[in-house]
T-cell receptor, first 116, second 111 residues
Framework: NAGVMQNPRHLVRRRGQEARLRCSPMKGHSHVYWYRQLPEEGLKFMVYLQKENIIDESGMPKERFSAEFPKEGPSILRIQQVVRGDSAAYFC??????????????FGAGTRLSVL | SQELEQSPQSLIVQEGKNLTINCTSSKTLYGLYWYKQKYGEGLIFLMMLQKGGEEKSHEKITAKLDEKKQQSSLHITASQPSHAGIYLCGAVTGTASKLTFGTGTRLQVTL
C-alpha cells in the first residue's frame, strides 16, 4: 500500500507564475489535509477536503490560494501569482474516514516551493 | 485557539543516553499525536494518545499523556543515531479534525 504521494518534490517558480501542487492520498483515504511549513516556523493547517467538498479552509489565505479534491484524481493546491513569501514546504496528509481512523493523518514527503 | 509548546527546542545527546521531550497545551487535549520529521522529508506518525494517564510504547520510544490531558512527554531510551530528527506533537481541538502542531524539538544524537 503506497503512502501519500506528493509531486513535484521541488518546484521553482518566478514571481507572478502559478504553482500547482498535487497530492494522491493513501488507498481508501477520502480525507485530505494541506499544511504549510514556512522557513523557521511550525507546521500550519491550511485546508481540509473530502471528495468534491471543502470542509474547512480556515487556514487558507483569502487570495491567490485554492484547493480541490475531485471525485477522480489527486487533490490539487493551486497558488496563483506567487510571491516570495509563498516559498515554503507544503505537506499533504490523508486520513481514513470514520471514527476508527482515530484522526490519524499520514503525511506525504512534501513539495518544496521556491519563488525567485 | 489552542497552542502547543514543546521543550526543549533542541537537544544534543550522546548515543546510548536517555532523553525526554515535553509538549504542553494551553487547552485540554482531545487527541495528542507524536510525529518525527527528518530534514527534507515528511512526517512519520509515531503514536497517538487520547485518554488521561495513557502510555504507549514502540520499540525504544514511550509516550505519555498526563491525567489532566494538558501535557504529554516522549521518552527515548538508549538513543541511537537513527533517532535524530525533529519531533513534533500535534493535537486536535474538540470536534475539529485539523491538527495544531507544536514548535518542534530538534534532536541530534552524537557518537
Amino acid at each position: 500500500n503506497a503512502g501519500v504521494m506528493q509531486n513535484p518534490r521541488h518546484l521553482v517558480r518566478r514571481r507572478g507564475q502559478e504553482a500547482r501542487l498535487r497530492c494522491s492520498p493513501m488507498k481508501g483515504h477520502s480525507h485530505v489535509y494541506w499544511y504549510r511549513q514556512l522557513p523557521e516556523e511550525g507546521l500550519k493547517f491550511m485546508v481540509y477536503l473530502q471528495k468534491e467538498n471543502i470542509i474547512d479552509e480556515s487556514g487558507m489565505p483569502k487570495e491567490r490560494f485554492s484547493a480541490e479534491f475531485p471525485k477522480e484524481g489527486p487533490s490539487i493546491l493551486r497558488i496563483q501569482q506567487v510571491v516570495r513569501g509563498d516559498s515554503a514546504a507544503y505537506f499533504c496528509a490523508s486520513q481514513l474516514p470514520g471514527h476508527k481512523a482515530k484522526n490519524i493523518q499520514y503525511f506525504g514527503a512534501g513539495t518544496r516551493l521556491s519563488v525567485l | 485557539s489552542q497552542e502547543l509548546e514543546q521543550s526543549p527546542q533542541s537537544l544534543i545527546v550522546q548515543e546510548g543516553k536517555n532523553l525526554t521531550i515535553n509538549c504542553t497545551s494551553s487547552k485540554t487535549l482531545y487527541g495528542l499525536y507524536w510525529y518525527k520529521q527528518k530534514y527534507g522529508e515528511g512526517l512519520i506518525f509515531l503514536m497517538m494518545l487520547q485518554k488521561g494517564g495513557e502510555e504507549k510504547s514502540h520499540e525504544k520510544i514511550t509516550a505519555k499523556l498526563d491525567e489532566k490531558k494538558q501535557q504529554s512527554s516522549l521518552h527515548i531510551t538508549a538513543s541511537q543515531p537513527s533517532h535524530a530528527g525533529i519531533y513534533l506533537c500535534g493535537a486536535v481541538t474538540g470536534t475539529a479534525s485539523k491538527l495544531t502542531f507544536g514548535t518542534g524539538t530538534r534532536l541530534q544524537v552524537t557518537l
